[in-house]
């Protein structure tokens, strides 16, 4: 079993806050994780159609059958519990309670912050990271890992990453989206879905999608907003400080899981990634998650955002430390060329800093004054 880096943060939670609450995308590892870490707490799984009748009909009845210390899976498919978990964990005045997971942050946050508030600490957890992968023997190389992806069971099980991203997108459209949304034509969806892969780590336009699908820009950013609170895309925020400059102010859009982007892409082998026209942004997405997961899975807030001026002077990544503004550009190369970080050098004269990361795919490693060249695997060693 993969060790996850997020366990030391949740045990940590667990002895201070009478219920922690574990979000993330569906098949991220939060019901392995949670059974892992507390073995000998009671479980409850609310996607069993029988266990959700019980909660929904008769919470008490439910209480007595799973009593705390429990883990409760799935939270958001009966959110009127938190209101008893409440009352429960304000009466027995104890740390590590309940144990809480739930795959859809909208409706979760929207319940949390009526019921729980002040009582649940949050983590996120996102699918497997680089580094956890390497620490457990998987020695893999830019393809095959934007290729297979990141998602638990396909290296627990070996499953053929294709055929695994195929049924986890097709058990996405037919259960949890129909649960989330109102969608009438799912064609268009999933048309939709293809288009946003296509555009990875770009400026999103909904006004030209809607001309490409034929449906309203507003119903796409309804669709997006679906999308991104089912863990399924993110949206990378500009960093809006004044340079005297004027900036780029819409986001960026990178998916949860870059194997899922490459089978949307209809990438059906390793061997296609190298020559895939989008392969530096299937790249840069899988390095900007390998950021993310690592601020997530130490408990703490991203800071990540990118820069763009009215020049097209871009910084793939910023990474505000304190008071320190961190630029990382991400390439696919794996030959190194100091051209590569020339937006790094330019964005230091503009704030002042002294430092920046050029991460790419090559295996030559160095760190000078200015610039620190890292092989991509090394990513985690920034932001911890």
Not at 45 to 68: C, W, Y
Not at 123 to 142: A, H, M, N, V, W
């Amino acid at each position: 079993m993969i060790k996850r880096d997020i366990e030391t943060e949740l045990v940590n939670l667990s002895t201070q806050y009478p219920v922690v609450t574990v979000t993330g995308p569906r098949q991220a590892g939060k019901t392995t994780l949670t059974r892992m870490v507390f073995a000998d707490y009671n479980y409850c799984n609310l996607e069993l159609p029988d266990i959700r009748q019980l909660a929904v009909d008769d919470p008490r009845a439910l209480f007595s059958s799973f009593p705390p210390p429990v883990i409760i899976d799935e939270v958001q498919r009966v959110p009127e519990l938190l209101s008893y978990i409440q009352v429960m964990a304000d009466e027995n005045d104890q740390a590590g309670q309940f144990i809480l997971t739930g795959s859809h942050q909208l409706y979760l946050h929207e319940a949390i912050t009526q019921s729980l508030a002040g009582r649940t600490a949050l983590l996120t957890l996102y699918p497997l990271s680089i580094k956890e992968l390497f620490q457990s023997g998987y020695k893999l190389s830019r393809d095959e890992l934007i290729f297979t992806g990141f998602l638990p069971r396909i290296y627990k099980d070996k499953l053929e990453p294709y055929k695994a991203y195929r049924n986890y997108y097709q058990t996405y459209i037919e259960r949890d989206l129909r649960q989330v949304s109102n969608i009438r034509n799912l064609d268009q969806y999933e048309k939709f879905l293809h288009l946003l892969a296509g555009r990875i780590g770009q400026l999103v336009s909904l006004n030209a999608l809607s001309g490409d699908i034929g449906v309203s820009s507003t119903t796409l950013a309804e669709w997006l907003s679906v999308l991104e609170a089912s863990f399924i895309i993110f949206r990378l925020k500009p960093y809006h400080e004044n340079f005297g400059k004027r900036l780029v102010k819409s986001p960026k859009l990178y998916f949860t899981d870059v194997g899922l982007a490459a089978y949307l892409l209809g990438i059906t082998e390793v061997d296609q990634i190298s020559r895939d026209p989008l392969l530096g942004n299937l790249f840069e997405n899988m390095v900007i998650l390998e950021a993310l997961k690592t601020r997530m899975n130490k408990g703490m807030e991203p800071n990540l955002y990118f820069y763009r001026d009215a020049n097209q002077k871009e910084i793939d990544l910023l990474y505000k430390n304190r008071n320190e503004l961190i630029p990382v550009e991400i390439k696919a190369a794996m030959t190194y060329n100091k051209s590569l970080h020339n937006n790094i050098i330019y964005l230091n004269k503009i704030t002042g800093g002294d430092k920046g990361y050029l991460i790419y795919a090559g295996d030559l490693e160095y760190e000078k004054s200015e610039i620190s060249v890292l092989n991509f695997a090394k990513t985690y060693s920034i932001f911890e």
